[in-house]
T-cell receptor, first 111, second 111 residues
Framework: DTEVTQTPKHLVMGMTNKKSLKCEQHMGHRAMYWYKQKAKKPPELMFVYSYEKLSINESVPSRFSPECPNSSLLNLHLHALQPEDSALYLC??????????FGPGTRLTVT | QKEVEQNSGPLSVPEGAIASLNCTYSDRGSQSFFWYRQYSGKSPELIMFIYSNGDKEDGRFTAQLNKASQYVSLLIRDSQPSDSATYLCAVPSPGADGLTFGKGTHLIIQP
């Protein structure tokens, strides 16, 4: 079973809103990731959690705030986003072999 | 020099033929290599991974790795219209427990 689930599938939010993206995996994987993918571009790594410890990508604006409540759950809290933040947000998990399995993604539109 | 490079295509291949996708990487220390398939509007799906020089076969897919020349390729035999997608090459990100992707090759299988 290589299933990673993400909610919601679609999200439209205003620039003053606060929202959260959720990700869950039940494969016992030790690492979880957030990626951002713009149209016709490859996924770009945002954050990594390994054994629930955060590795920060310094180029990610502070309006994106990750959280790992436990080894199966990963959240991405969004606040004061800009229209250019509209993208597909992908969650992935890995057992440490390097092989990463992606969830279906949340398509975010910032108006 | 970009870390992972792919020809963006589109690469058009007739149905039943062999599709050949190529990828070069800059970090000689890379030890693992991944191929993802991404259909339009969907998330990336891991289809092949390879760690050692040589060929690795899985069904209609063959991954080839040449570390001395720093390239990895993906061959798809007996191409089907359902193989039409973007194929992303990925390597572990230097200094981070994530993946760095190439821009992807858009493959079109012509019936």
């Amino acid at each position: 079973d290589t299933e990673v689930t993400q909610t919601p599938k679609h999200l439209v939010m205003g620039m003053t809103n606060k929202k959260s993206l959720k990700c869950e995996q039940h494969m016992g994987h030790r690492a979880m990731y957030w990626y951002k993918q713009k149209a016709k571009k490859p996924p770009e790594l945002m954050f990594v959690y390994s054994y629930e410890k955060l590795s920060i990508n310094e180029s990610v604006p502070s309006r994106f705030s990750p959280e790992c409540p436990n080894s199966s759950l990963l959240n991405l809290h969004l606040h004061a986003l800009q229209p250019e933040d509209s993208a597909l947000y992908l969650c992935a998990s890995s057992s440490g072999t390097g092989r990463q399995y992606f969830g279906p993604g949340t398509r975010l539109t910032v108006t | 020099q970009k870390e992972v490079e792919q020809n963006s295509g589109p690469l058009s291949v007739p149905e039943g033929a062999i599709a050949s996708l190529n990828c070069t990487y800059s970090d000689r220390g890379s030890q693992s290599f991944f191929w993802y398939r991404q259909y339009s509007g969907k998330s990336p799906e891991l289809i092949m991974f390879i760690y050692s020089n040589g060929d690795k076969e899985d069904g209609r897919f063959t991954a080839q790795l040449n570390k001395a020349s720093q390239y990895v390729s993906l061959l798809i035999r007996d191409s089907q219209p359902s193989d039409s997608a973007t194929y992303l090459c990925a390597v572990p990100s230097p200094g981070a427990d994530g993946l760095t992707f190439g821009k992807g090759t858009h493959l079109i299988i012509q019936p």
